[in-house]
T-cell receptor
Framework: QKEVEQDPGPLSVPEGAIVSLNCTYS??????FMWYRQYSRKGPELLMY????GNKEDGRFTAQVDKSSKYISLFIRDSQPSDSATYLC???????????FGTGTRLQVFP | DSGVTQTPKHLITATGQRVTLRCSPR?????VYWYQQSLDQGLQFLIQ?????ERAKGNILERFSAQQFPDLHSELNLSSLELGDSALYFC??????WGTGELFFGEGSRLTVL
């Protein structure tokens, strides 16, 4: 079993839709949870960063962490074609020596 | 622009050959990370250097090696190349250890082994 599981998609939604992207993990030592966005032919860039459980909102993006279920989510409201990209979850903890990435979910938002 | 520079952007070579990928981190960043990205495996951590010292090691093959120089740039050496080594290789940097959360990625070096 992989430490981090993420549905690769692709996920195709119309402009304006609410998008939900998810990851599950197995290592209960993870405390830092991140979402990176990767456009085609580019490197990943940090989108959201949360520590421990709870929600964090930034504009149209909301990151949610449920440590009891080992489940994290990224919600995108009013999705735009410019949101079309691959979204990678990433996580780590004090007792882990590296950041573990999910395989990424490819999102396509069509006009 | 993340401030991380990787060269070359594209590289085509034959099996059995050796290549070197180069990375210049953002100004002021002490940590450099190397990741391999392939379609079926996602982003796989290879190795991290912090201020010239190896800090963490991931699934890096023995045929691969890396180093970080005094000017903080890093090189990833891939030898005895196999078809399966074809992938995107990313370098990332951060001020300290990854625990701050934000890694700044370069645009990657696409390696094709024929």
């Amino acid at each position: 079993q992989k430490e981090v599981e993420q549905d690769p998609g692709p996920l195709s939604v119309p402009e304006g839709a609410i998008v939900s992207l998810n990851c599950t993990y197995s290592n209960s030592a993870f405390q830092y949870f991140m979402w990176y966005r990767q456009y085609s032919r580019k490197g990943p860039e940090l989108l959201m960063y949360t520590y421990s459980s709870g929600n964090k909102e930034d504009g149209r993006f909301t990151a949610q962490v449920d440590k009891s279920s080992k489940y994290i989510s990224l919600f995108i409201r009013d999705s735009q074609p410019s949101d079309s990209a691959t979204y990678l979850c990433a996580m780590g903890g004090y007792n882990t020596d590296k950041l573990i990435f999910g395989t990424g979910t490819r999102l396509q938002v069509f006009p | 622009d993340s401030g991380v520079t990787q060269t070359p952007k594209h590289l085509i070579t034959a099996t059995g050959q050796r290549v070197t990928l180069r990375c210049s981190p953002r100004s002021g960043d002490l940590s450099v990370y190397w990741y391999q990205q392939s379609l079926d495996q996602g982003l796989q951590f290879l190795i991290q250097y912090y201020n010239g010292e190896e800090r963490a090691k991931g699934n890096i093959l023995e045929r691969f090696s890396a180093q970080q120089f005094p000017d903080l740039h890093s090189e990833l050496n891939l030898s005895s190349l196999e078809l399966g080594d074809s992938a995107l290789y990313f370098c990332a940097s951060s001020v300290g250890n990854w625990g701050t959360g934000e890694l700044f990625f370069g645009e990657g070096s696409r390696l094709t082994v024929l």
